[in-house]
């Protein structure tokens, strides 16, 4: 299963200070995480209590399933403190989506919901069967 962000094909995006990762832990679950490449403390923001998000699209791009879509989360502003170093990880289980798509191959796109990190979107491929 390969990833791809842009030209990256790692499943990582990376930006200057923050990088989101997503691997594939077994089938149909996979781990999300942001980590805080600088020296220095980071604050992120989140603007209700939902942490992350994922979709789920067909080969031409269309997609079939957003995590998010069918949640209700609270309207509260969160903040996590990453330490220099330091990684939130987010397990991702697939298996509710699956009734909505069909076997074939697909497209997970995840990203975390903090306001303030840019392009943390990341990507990988994924057969179901």
């Keep these: 299963m390969e990833g ?6 790692n499943g990582e995006s990376v930006e200057k200070e923050m990088s989101t990762t997503i691997d594939h832990v077994s089938t149909y679950h996979y781990q999300l995480a ?3 490449n600088t020296d220095k403390d980071k604050t992120l ?3 209700s209590s939902q942490d ?6 067909d080969k031409d791009g269309t997609i079939l399933y957003t995590y998010s879509t069918d949640k209700m989360f609270l ?5 996590e403190v990453l330490a ?3 990684k939130l990880k987010y397990d991702l289980d697939l ?3 699956l009734p909505f798509i069909d076997p074939g191959e697909y497209t997970l796109d995840a990203w975390i919901t903090a306001t303030d990190v840019e392009e943390n979107k990341v ?3 994924f057969n179901y069967e």
């Design 84 to 86: 220099p170093g330091d």
């Design 45 to 47: 923001t989140f603007p």
């Design 4 to 9: 791809s962000q842009g030209d990256n094909t």
């Design 52 to 57: 992350y998000d994922y979709s789920i699209k």
């Design 34 to 36: 942001i980590e805080n």
């Design 123 to 125: 990507s990988i491929d």
């Design 95 to 97: 298996s509710e989506a």
């Design 75 to 79: 309207t509260v502003v969160e903040e």
